[in-house]
């Protein structure tokens, strides 16, 4: 069984972005510029936002971060937004979600200019994505596709099973596992809650990438031998003895599930650490596209 440390291939691509960085300050360029918004004070929010603020400084990019309160109007993060879009120091941005109850999530996916949506969130870029164009990639999916090409995971002719239809992770790696080449090349089921008999279709997978938010869904008895397991839960479980009061637990009984597999992604230090890397991978993609604009 190997572990796909996340945590390792993240920061090896984060020295190999900072090396990037490295030249563009030799030649007197600018720097890759990364603004992310985060409207309300959810904890967990608050802590991603934080730690991609932190990985741009440790590679060497400028960063911004824009604190909304809670109470927020639509109108007032759609203007946000828009100066966002127009500031020709920023290259990309993000608007870290869930939004507040009082703004619609997908008006502000719009808004964003796709030539800033490091996220790859907006729908021309979704769209370019389905179709094998060169567009950013959401930063999870992008983390995975990473992890399975560094491993040199077997993705061709493989039964591929997705647990999660979720916007930002689910449905966009179905898309991406059935693409041609590699990774990709996989025959992909696509299960959510609507799903029969899940374990039926599991036990019948060679790769499993499970986005449910459900803590140790997945048990030994709903798998193969021999199977690839990517674990992209991260649910918070009260835990008295830790000095945070919770600890961070994945969607798979990873005790008795890494028994079978041949492959497997840890909680906390497998996908988690990639998002941020492929975020900031994205926002120098972002950089060269504006150098040729
Ligand atoms: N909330 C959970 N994951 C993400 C992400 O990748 N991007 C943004 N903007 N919000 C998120």
Redesign the pocket.
């Known amino acids: 069984m190997t572990i796909l440390d996340g945590k390792k291939t993240s920061n090896d691509i984060k020295n190999e972005i900072a090396e990037e960085v490295k030249k563009m300050k030799a030649k007197g360029e600018k720097v890759p510029h990364l603004a992310a918004v985060i409207v309300g004070n959810d904890g967990a929010?608050l802590t991603?936002v934080g730690s991609k603020v932190r990985a741009c400084e440790r590679v060497g990019f400028e960063s911004t971060l824009v604190k909304m309160s809670n109470t927020t109007s639509e109108i007032e993060l759609l203007d946000k937004i828009e100066e966002l879009n127009q500031d020709p120091e920023i290259d990309g941005f993000?608007?870290?979600?869930?939004l507040p109850k009082q703004i619609d999530e997908q008006k502000v996916l719009m808004a964003v200019d796709p030539k800033k949506d490091v996220?790859g969130?907006h729908p021309e870029n979704f769209g370019k994505m389905a179709l094998d164009m060169s567009t950013f990639i959401?930063?999870?999916p992008f983390g995975i596709l990473e992890l399975l090409e560094r491993y040199g995971v077997e993705t061709d002719g493989k039964h591929t099973v997705i647990i999660g239809r979720s916007h930002?992770v689910g449905r966009p790696m179905s898309i991406l596992m059935g693409r041609k080449g590699f990774p990709g090349n996989s025959t992909v089921t696509l299960t959510h809650s609507h799903t029969k008999n899940i374990s039926q279709i599991t036990t019948q997978a060679d790769i499993i990438i499970s986005a449910l938010g459900v803590p140790n869904f997945l048990k030994a008895e709903m798998v193969k031998d021999d199977v690839v397991i990517i674990d992209v839960g991260i649910t918070r479980v009260p835990d008295e003895s830790s000095s945070k009061g919770y600890v961070i637990t994945g969607d798979v009984d990873f005790e008795n599930v890494s028994k079978k597999a041949s492959f497997i992604t840890p909680v906390p230090g497998g996908v988690g650490p990639m998002?941020i890397a492929m975020?900031l991978k994205n926002t120098l993609i972002a950089r060269e596209l504006h150098n040729r604009d």
């Open positions: 929010s991603y993000i608007v870290q979600l869930p996220d969130f959401p930063a999870t930002i998002t975020l």
